[in-house]
Each structure stands twice: as structure tokens, then as C-alpha cells.
């Protein structure tokens, strides 16, 4: 499933760039998917390492549609799917939830589309197929492994 | 009921079944209740890692959740199927486990659980008869298990051949032939030419460069006669294909199911399910919370059969639609399984009532 699962030993980009991290002062609805996600290897966020940018995220509230465009630092970044998948948990635990059956954080309400920008990633189609069945995404938040890797990128504690 | 190709049609809502607490994946209706004054029981699986029974009956006529089934999966269970006898419920589990249930006297005990896969199953089928099973994983692999007496079930063969998951697999409604779908955006047909059903192989596969799907493959369904299917796709399509089958039932050898048409441009988000009702309706269920509905179009095309859409149910749900299934026996009803967590018994009724014969 996720390779992420076979835990890489090593770094595999050691020397990421690290870009300022944008100032806030009115939360919009794109706010919530890249927030304090941090990076699986590296004590920055994903906003810090420019794998999201606000730019990055549409937002259509008419049709409850969002999508989110990630880069990740190197081309053959095999925590592309974590990321993607980190991106999804926390979209799950922060979109607005549009009705009051939802009682799961498994299932959204709002059409979400996640996928790797475009030349971004030597694998990228299927990432982008991964992150796209809703069955695997399933698979792999059970898998308490995958949970806790998640968990720890989405902990608000870092510095 | 002569179902009437140009009347106007509405999927009317009978009743919203709540319960479940996570998203519902799968539905089976149990094709031997709903007749000779047995009332109508369906079965029902969750992410929430239980099945529930649903039953018609009082004299409302409406439907009350007879049974929960737990503590057995400890995981989603994906899908769930009766055998034809309607005695036995078999569930597939991401928990890499098939359970199988027996009904005794209205309480459900499992009897059986088949193990082997390497990680979750998806999908469960029995074939016509009931003395084999099929069931599927993750771990790319087909296995075939025969019922044996006393509740045993013993693997036959593991079918190896698909380069993905495994996402259905389902038997002919007729003959021993089962199919397959997968992630790796092909269908396949497995087949077994002796008579003790041994030597099961891969007879056929259905890929894009034979006018199959460029995606993931989701589900498939026949006909009542079996000589049709249809199967749908992340690729947004849905397809239909044909067979000679009476070749296959009078045993002049396997022939193949070659491609009649492509619905394109309905759906605008991945399909998840596929049903083909005995009068010949096709519904579908997505992503994009719709229910459509399908029929052949009898404008006799020189290219063969076409399919036209007969209705489109926008927001059947709040969620993804990932379970249609029709009554096996009152064929203008149907479920529908969300991830809304709720399931929907619809009834095809018709606007212009003199229409309905």
C-alpha cells in the first residue's frame, strides 16, 4: 500500500530548502489544509518546504469541491502518498462538516481532489491514483502504523 | 410489471435505514425472502466493522434493523453476499478475513472463517449454485473455495495474474465463470475446461487496448440471461459487452465477451457500482451522490444494441453512492448504500401512472 510503509532509513532529500513561513491574519477556507502540516522527514512544515502554497489550493463552496495541488522537494520523494495522505487527514478533521450524519472522519462531505503538481514527481500518475481511491485511503487509516506516522505530522507540537 | 421504455420515471424515496456509524460499502439482498410471504431481508456492511440485517415487516411494511453482526470483523467489512439458498451470509473484511454466517432461526452465527489472503479482501461471490466461493484482495490474488459438509470450505486455487488489487470478483449467473476487476484497469475471466472444475485459468482479460477501461475497473453485473455485462470504472464509463453463452452451456468451449457500447459523458466522478435488474435496467452509483439509470434504447441502431440514460436521481444521497443494488424479486425496488452512512430503499414508479402496465 502506502510505500511509506517500508519506512525509509535515510533522508531522502537531506538538504530541503526551507522558505518563511507565511503570515496569517484571517483564516480562509484554504487555510485548513495546509496549517502546521509538518513534513514526514524534516522539522518544518510542508508550507515551510514550499510543498503547499495557498496558491495551490482551490476552493469551490458552491460545488463543496476542493483540490490541492502538493510539489513535493525531490521528484522521487517516496513519502509523496504520506504527504497526499496527511494533506486528506487533515482536510477530514478541519472541513466544516456540511451535514450532521457525518460521523465518521473517514468520510467527507466536500468533493476533495489531491494530487501531485504536474512534472513534479517521477511516479506521479500513480500517486495521483492512489490518493484518489477512496478504498485504499480507507485501508491505510486503519493501519495504525500509517495513523501514527500521520498523527505525528499533523501534531501541533513542533518546532 | 412490462416495463415501458418511454414513460417518465422517478426514483421515489420509501425509507431512509440509519444505523450504521461509519460509511456503508455494500449491500445484498437475500434472494429467497420477499416471496410466499417471507418478508424482504437485506444485509448491510460498514467501515463502522459491522453488518446489519434489515427486515420488512409489521404492518407498517417497514423496514427495522433485525440483526448486528459484530465482534467478528475487526475491521471495514467491504461486501457482502448471500448464498442462494439464503441460508448463509458471507462477508469479505479488510481484516484479511471471509466470515461466513448461517441464519438459525433468525440469529446469525459464524460458522466459518476463511483465511489465507495476505491483506484486506474485498469482494465475496458465490456461484450459481452455491458450492463454490470466490473471494478477493489486495494482495492482487482470486481464490476459489469449495463448500464442503459441515461448514467447511476448502481453497480449490489461487489465481494469480492480476498486477493490482483486486477489487470484485463475481460468478456468471448461470455458469461456473468467474470474473474479476481490478486497480490494474483490466477485467478478467477465469475458466476451468474439466469437469471437476481443477484446472481454472485465466481465459480472458479486458484491457484498454481491447476497448476496456483506462482505470480502475470497480464492479460488473449481468444480465437475468447472463449473456450480457456491464462494468464501470474510475475512467467515468460505464460499459457493456456480450458473449455467446450458448456455446459456453452447450460445451463447445470458452467464447469470449467482446465490447458493444461505452456510456460516456453521465458521470463526472468515479462509479462505484454496477446492478443489472431481471427487467433489463441498469443502475449505477457514484461519487458524484447520484443515481443514474440505464435502459436499451429500441431505435435499433445498425452498430447494435445502444443504451440510453432513463433517469438521473441527483443528491440520492449526501455522499459518494457506492452500492446499487435491485430486489431480486420486487424488481422496481432498490438500495442503495452510502458514505452518508445511510442506506435507501427507492421504488421505480412512474410519473404518468397509466403508463405502468
Known amino acids: 500500500m502506502f510505500q511509506l510503509l517500508k519506512m525509509v532509513s535515510g533522508l531522502i532529500n537531506a538538504n530541503p530548502i526551507v522558505y518563511e513561513k507565511k503570515e496569517r491574519r484571517i483564516r480562509s477556507a484554504s487555510d485548513y489544509a495546509d496549517e502546521d502540516i509538518k513534513d514526514p522527514e524534516h522539522p518544518y512544515s510542508l508550507e515551510e518546504l514550499k510543498v503547499i502554497t495557498e496558491d495551490a489550493i482551490e476552493v469551490d463552496d458552491e460545488h463543496s469541491h476542493v483540490r490541492v495541488t502538493f510539489t513535493p522537494t525531490v521528484e522521487h520523494c517516496s513519502m509523496a502518498t504520506v504527504i497526499g495522505l496527511c494533506l486528506r487527514v487533515k482536510l477530514m478533521r478541519s472541513l466544516p462538516s456540511r451535514y450532521k450524519n457525518l460521523m465518521s472522519e473517514t468520510c467527507l462531505s466536500d468533493k476533495v481532489d489531491i494530487r501531485v503538481a504536474p512534472g513534479t514527481h517521477a511516479t506521479e500518475a500513480a500517486v495521483n491514483k492512489q490518493l484518489d481511491d477512496k478504498e485504499r485511503v480507507a485501508a491505510a487509516l486503519e493501519n495504525p502504523n500509517l495513523v501514527d506516522m500521520v498523527d505525528e505530522c499533523l501534531a501541533p507540537t513542533y518546532g | ?357
Open chain 2, 1 to 357: 410489471m412490462e416495463f415501458c421504455e418511454d414513460g417518465n420515471y422517478e426514483l421515489r424515496e420509501i425509507q431512509r435505514l440509519e444505523g450504521h456509524t461509519d460509511r456503508v460499502w455494500s449491500l445484498a439482498w437475500n434472494p429467497t425472502t420477499g416471496v410466499d410471504g417471507v418478508p424482504p431481508i437485506l444485509a448491510s456492511c460498514s467501515g463502522d466493522k459491522t453488518v446489519r440485517i434489515w427486515e420488512q415487516s409489521g404492518p407498517s411494511r417497514s423496514w427495522h434493523c433485525k440483526a448486528i453482526l459484530e465482534e467478528t470483523h475487526t475491521r471495514t467489512v467491504r461486501s457482502c453476499a448471500w448464498s442462494p439458498c439464503g441460508k448463509f451470509l458471507a462477508t469479505a473484511s479488510f481484516d484479511a478475513t471471509t466470515a461466513i454466517w448461517e441464519n438459525v432461526g433468525g440469529d446469525y452465527e459464524c460458522v466459518s472463517t476463511l483465511e489465507g489472503h495476505e491483506n484486506e479482501v474485498k469482494s465475496v461471490s458465490w456461484n450459481a449454485c452455491g458450492t463454490m466461493l470466490a473471494t478477493c484482495s489486495r494482495d492482487k490474488s482470486v481464490w476459489i473455495w469449495e463448500v464442503m459438509p459441515g461448514n467447511e470450505f476448502e481453497c480449490v486455487t489461487v489465481l494469480q495474474g492480476h498486477t493490482q488489487d483486486v477489487k470484485m470478483v463475481q460468478w456468471h449467473p448461470t455458469m461456473d465463470i468467474l470474473f474479476s476487476c481490478s486497480y490494474d484497469n483490466t477485467i478478467k475471466v477465469w475458466w476451468s475446461d474439466d469437469a471437476e472444475s481443477e484446472n481454472w485459468c485465466c481465459c480472458q482479460t479486458i484491457g484498454e487496448s481491447n476497448n476496456g477501461h483506462s482505470s480502475t475497473v470497480w464492479a460488473l453485473s449481468f444480465n437475468a440471461e447472463g449473456d450480457k455485462m456491464v462494468s464501470c470504472s474510475d475512467d467515468l464509463t460505464l460499459k457493456i459487452w456480450d458473449a455467446n453463452i450458448l456455446r459456453m452451456e452447450s460445451g463447445d468451449g470458452y467464447a469470449p465477451w467482446s465490447h458493444i457500447c461505452t456510456l460516456s459523458g453521465y458521470h463526472d466522478r468515479t462509479i462505484f457500482s454496477v446492478h443489472w435488474s431481471r427487467e433489463g435496467i441498469i443502475a449505477s452509483g457514484a461519487a458524484d451522490d447520484a443515481i443514474r439509470l440505464f435502459v436499451e434504447s429500441k431505435d435499433g441502431s445498425i452498430d447494435g444494441p445502444s443504451y440510453k440514460m432513463l433517469l438521473k436521481k441527483e443528491k440520492a444521497h449526501d455522499m459518494d453512492v457506492n452500492s446499487v443494488q435491485w430486489s431480486p424479486v420486487d424488481h422496481r425496488l432498490l438500495a442503495s448504500a452510502s458514505d452518508d452512512g445511510t442506506i435507501k430503499i427507492w421504488e421505480l414508479a412512474s410519473t404518468s401512472t397509466e403508463k405502468m402496465e
